[in-house]
């Protein structure tokens, strides 16, 4: 029997096919598509190369992507805080179907099956199993289902959970093409018109391919063409820069919603499925990724040990979801050309000069802000842990097997009884100012001191009795 079926193969759902397939889960990932080329993000953020890093994958990533210095909000260009709390502090350039393309190989790898043109069309549960029914009669049967299948999630529609929010006001094209411009001459006259229109912008790709966005002249649900994309950059610009040979073409709206709900019995959501944003700040990929790092692991201690951890997913990561999409509607607001967000913006911009409000922003875009509710204890509990340095290697080093960790420096700790789910290494950091950390696979400290009794409790909280 599969134990659980993942709806869609973009990276929220190859990355937690990636982290069940750690725990020997057996994953089966429905993708609709037969070849998937999507446009989307150009980067992963600080949060995400951390969980790449924990993973022991990271490397794969930047072989294929470009670091970028950390700098600013809603493209106001700040000089990024010093000292920030990461060993991971640049943003990598990388685009969507790359990072999708690396994770597959990834699933794949451990184990996971992808069934491409494998449409979901229905879906059915009780108390024992989700059956998932196909488009060409197929019927699968498994434990679990989780819908990582995007903004106009079949899962979702099926399941009947509210997607609630605001429409979309405006509109923006996307396309990758190429150009009969200089790349020097091209990016003068993008310069020149982003000094005051923000939503504007040209991005080089390599192999003579750019990326370009242009707002649109209104809402549509036609999809965008050639013709179209060429009189909005004219619109701007005062020329179509000679645009052709179009890869792809886009339209997306600044529409914000959460679902109402992330869970129905044994059926979850996770990604864009749950939450959809203005990409302004490109959070979107990273939001989906951070879900599935959350959900791996729980849904695998569910099917493996029969240890009930699901109840914590949704109060953990939709409080994010909806603080992400305050953040990304706020930055969407910032880059308009109207007077009244420009007089912000300038405001703004003023205010990201004090460290203490530049430090705040980035720590909110880049991810590693976050703060889950993990009960009593210091500071540290319920916030990940940055990859501090160990007399005898690197934390991250010791996550990649996707187990909980104590990390004892007292050496007078036991984790006796949990084997098989949680390493303990004495180990010494001069970077950790704690006696000891119980980690959940996920990096986040779920305990911090050198009460045994209080360890117990913990450890049988987060990783069964």
């Known amino acids: 029997m599969i ?256 679902a109402e709900r992330y869970r129905d019995g044994r059926i979850l959501l996770a990604g864009d499925a749950a939450h959809v944003h203005p990409p302004t700040g490109g959070q979107g990929l990273n939001l989906g990724i951070q879900d599935a790092f959350n959900l791996g692991w729980k849904l695998a201690a569910a099917v493996r040990d029969r240890i009930d951890l699901l109840g914590t997913y949704e109060p953990e990561r939709r409080p994010v979801a909806a603080d992400v999409l305050r953040t990304s509607r706020a930055q969407a607001h910032l880059i308009s050309a109207e007077p009244g967000p420009r007089a912000v913006r300038g405001l703004l911009s003023e205010l990201m000069d004090l460290d203490d409000v530049n430090r705040y922003l980035m720590e909110k875009v880049s991810g590693i802000g976050i703060r889950y509710d993990l009960g009593d204890g210091p500071d540290l509990v319920g916030r990940r842990l940055r990859d501090v340095g160990l007399r005898h290697g690197r934390l991250y080093g010791l996550l990649h097997a996707g187990r909980g960790l104590l990390l004892d420096q007292t050496g007078r700790l036991s984790a006796r009884g949990w084997a098989g789910r949680v390493d303990h290494v004495v180990d010494v950091s001069e970077e950790l100012d704690a006696p000891a950390v119980l980690l959940r696979p996920d990096g986040y400290v779920a305990w911090a001191g050198e009460d045994q009794q209080e360890l117990r409790d913990r450890l049988t909280r987060w990783f069964g009795a």
């Open 3 to 258: 134990d659980v079926i993942i709806a869609g193969g973009g990276p929220t759902g190859t990355m937690l096919a990636a982290e069940l397939r750690l725990h020997d889960v057996r994953v089966v990932v429905l993708e609709k598509e037969r070849q998937r080329l999507q446009p989307g993000s150009l980067g992963l953020h600080v949060r995400s190369l951390e969980i790449m890093d924990q993973r022991g994958i990271l490397d794969r990533f930047l072989a294929l992507g470009e670091q970028y210095p950390l700098h600013g909000f809603a493209g106001i260009v700040k000089p990024a805080p010093q000292r920030l709390d990461t060993a991971h502090p640049y943003q990598l350039g990388i685009l969507q179907h790359v990072v999708e393309r690396v994770l597959t190989e990834r699933a794949v790898e451990l184990g996971a099956q992808i069934r491409y043109s494998a449409e979901l069309t229905g879906v059915g549960q009780d108390d024992d199993g989700v059956t998932a029914e196909l488009a060409d009669g197929t019927r699968l049967h498994a434990r679990f289902l989780v819908g990582c299948d995007g903004g106009r999630s079949t899962v979702r529609r099926l399941l009947g959970i509210a997607f609630p929010g605001e429409p979309a006001r405006r509109e923006w094209l996307l396309g990758e093409v190429r150009t009969t411009v200089p790349p020097d001459e091209l990016a003068a006259a993008i310069a020149e018109v982003r000094r005051t229109e923000h939503g504007f912008g040209a991005i080089p790709l390599g192999d003579g391919l750019f990326r370009f966005v242009a707002p649109a002249a209104s809402l549509s649900d036609d999809p965008p063409t050639l013709p179209e994309l060429r009189e909005r950059l004219r619109a701007f610009a005062g020329t179509d820069f000679g645009i052709h040979e179009p890869r792809w073409l886009s339209r997306f709206g600044d529409a914000t919603r959460l």
